[in-house]
């Protein structure tokens, strides 16, 4: 069974930085395609960054680019998004998702991820 947790979400200020984390279990991470997504209230979940499985950034959303961070720990089974110089409209709940099959190359909508975490809030007051 296949359980992807994230933490890390939470208040802040605009300008302030979080540190999500998503711990996975019953997989491999390493071995598959993974991203972060969010999803905002009234709004379409979007993908935020997705890494395919030889840990290389496939695409970065234009809003995260030279803001977000994604890294792999293979050590930790864990997912890390570095979120920094927040702004109020990264308010939103944030997801990690990892895709089903071995080996694939990461997809940029939610239908490519076969597995998510529950969600973290993640609230940016300006």
């Known amino acids: 069974q296949v359980q992807m947790v994230e933490s890390g979400g939470g208040l802040v200020q605009a300008g302030d930085s979080l540190r999500l984390s998503c711990v996975a279990s019953?997989?491999?991470?390493?071995?598959?395609?993974v991203g972060w997504f969010r999803q905002a209230p009234g709004k379409d979940r979007e993908f935020v960054v997705v890494?395919?499985?030889?840990?290389?950034?496939?695409s970065t959303a234009d809003f995260a680019k030279g803001r977000f961070t994604f890294s792999r720990d293979n050590a930790k089974n864990t997912l890390i998004l570095q979120m920094n110089r927040l702004k109020p409209e990264d308010t939103a709940v944030y997801y990690c998702?990892?895709?089903?099959?071995?080996?694939?190359?990461?997809?940029?909508?939610?239908?490519?991820?076969?597995?998510w975490g529950q969600g973290t809030q993640v609230t940016v007051s300006s």
């Open positions: 890494m395919s499985w030889t840990g290389v950034i496939r």
């Open positions: 998702a990892c895709a089903d099959a071995i080996y694939g190359i990461a997809g940029l909508e939610p239908r490519h991820y076969a597995y």
């Open positions: 019953g997989r491999n991470v390493s071995n598959y395609a």
